[in-house]
Nanobody, 115 residues
Framework: QVQLVESGGGLVQPGGSLRLSCTAS????????MGWYRQAPGKQRDLVAT???????NYADSVKGRFTISRDNAKNTVNLQMNDLKPEDTAVYYC?????????WGKGTLVTISS
């Protein structure tokens, strides 16, 4: 089993910044992509950003230019730097890890943007 532990969530004002981190541990095999998804109250869970082991990134249109995803393959860690946060960014953010065989999810960390 693979365990994903997220950190960095919290309450910030509009225009502020947060950095989320996710570290994977356990019996992992051939990691392909890690990423972040989010789910706002009453909404579906949507992709925020992903990054492959080769460094290729993909972002939701709503966060392009504001969020940056990065990873440290040796540490099995993926980070999400979130700048210029907006109220609509408020959501539970989930870390995802995908291997050739399986997908794994973290328990989520709450990000609240409010004045």
């Amino acid at each position: 089993q693979v365990q994903l532990v997220e950190s960095g969530g919290g309450l910030v004002q509009p225009g502020g910044s947060l950095r989320l981190s996710c570290t994977a541990s356990g019996n992992m095999f051939s990691i392909y992509v890690m990423g972040w998804y989010r789910q706002a109250p009453g909404k579906q869970r949507d992709l925020v950003a992903t990054i492959t082991t080769g460094g290729s990134t993909n972002y939701a249109d709503s966060v392009k230019g504001r969020f940056t995803i990065s990873r440290d393959n040796a540490k099995n860690t993926v980070n999400l730097q979130m700048n210029d946060l907006k109220p609509e960014d408020t959501a539970v953010y989930y870390c995802k890890l995908a291997t050739v065989a399986m997908n794994y999810w973290g328990k989520g960390t709450l990000v609240t943007i409010s004045s």
